[in-house]
């Protein structure tokens, strides 16, 4: 008998559509092609000296041994003091692990919590691991289609059209990618309230919690003990203090699901890179005032992209309150021309036309839009838009 050569998880697993496009951008590039790229999830600015600077004195101090699965000590003490700053909830090291990323934490915790059978929700658009994460599970991804004049935001009530006794997890993603939407105290309160109740867990990525240009943030673990011990709060370095690449991520939560996290990620890949981790120890530690030219440099950005791109024909957008993406519809462009009727096909265009790199998306669940990063300098950002008017434009009129 003929066995097949791949497992059902790998032959099913759908690519990450966002880094497919900006592989696809720099091999253009290569090739010559002026390409700019409004893709990439990453800030454009350099990871601060002080942070630079604890690696290298990790290295220089041979910190480069192993490490316990979860994170040094030192890590997990600056990690709960980040946390009780920014939420005012005190967790101990025991409740709190480290891993590769948010990403590997995030996959950590659904490995933790699912299996075959059971359901974890997930808000569209969403970003674009989500849905592939939780098959991996065996467990299955339910959909629910936000509204872009909600906010692109889930309420109690459409919460509780699509729970069954299957329901385990939310994942709910605030300030979101791709929308940068994030949610009221009162509007989060409501969610909370509806999770203690049906007795379902929240893996919460706040990873754009620092980038944030509008009201406050919450994290449903300061909404008290009930929710707090249903709850998987994640977060890392990656965005907030763009330290993408030393690839740190956390989770706080419920002892048991620490727990487990730990003994999964123990026979996976154990420590994460143990130099990164003292960087990101500094990072954490450091006066939010270090990161705040960066974030307030993302709002002028915002700004100028929300006015410029709500001038395109065709194209229309929110104003987001976090993050740095633009979530941009542009259902008008496809019912004003016979050759691009999808939002693959309108990336296609673009990159091809505009010689501009964005992300369809279809890939976040939601055909009638395009994502468009502002992680670029202001002169890239300029010209990109200026580039994609003008293909726009050319496409309307054929």
Known sequence: MTKNRLS?????????????????????????????????GEPDFDTPSLIKEAGIRAIQEGKTKYTRAQGTVELREAIARR????????YPIEQITVANGAKHSIMNALLALLDPGDEAIVLSPYWVSYPEMIRLCEATPVIIHTKEEKGFKVDRLTLEKHTSDKTKVL???????????????????????WAVEQNVFIVSDEIYSKLLY????YSPVSFGREVNNLTILINGVSKSYAMTGWRIGYAAGP???????????????????????????????????????MVQAFRERRDYCVTRVNQIPGMHCNTPDGAFYLFVNVTEIYAQNDTVRDSLQLAAYLLEE????????????QDAYIRLSFAAGMETLEEALNRIETAVVKLLNR
């Open 255 to 293: 002892a048991d699901i620490i727990k487990a996290m730990n003994g999964l990620q123990s026979q996976m890949t154990s420590n994460p890179n143990s130099i990164a981790q003292f960087a990101g120890t500094a990072a954490l530690d450091a006066d939010d005032a270090l990161f705040l030219p």
């Open 8 to 40: 059902k998880r790998a032959a099913t697993l759908q690519p990450s559509m966002s880094l497919a496009i900006s592989a696809k951008a720099e091999e253009l590039r290569r090739n010559g092609v002026d390409v700019l790229s409004l893709s990439v």
């Open 83 to 90: 946390i009780k700053k920014d939420t005012g909830v005190d």
């Open 214 to 217: 509008e009201g406050t943030h």
């Open 354 to 365: 505009a010689q501009v790199a964005v992300i369809p998306g279809i890939g976040f669940g």
């Open 171 to 193: 994942i709910l993603n605030a300030p979101s990618n791709p929308t940068g939407s994030d949610y009221t105290k009162e509007e989060l309160q409501a969610i909370t309230d």
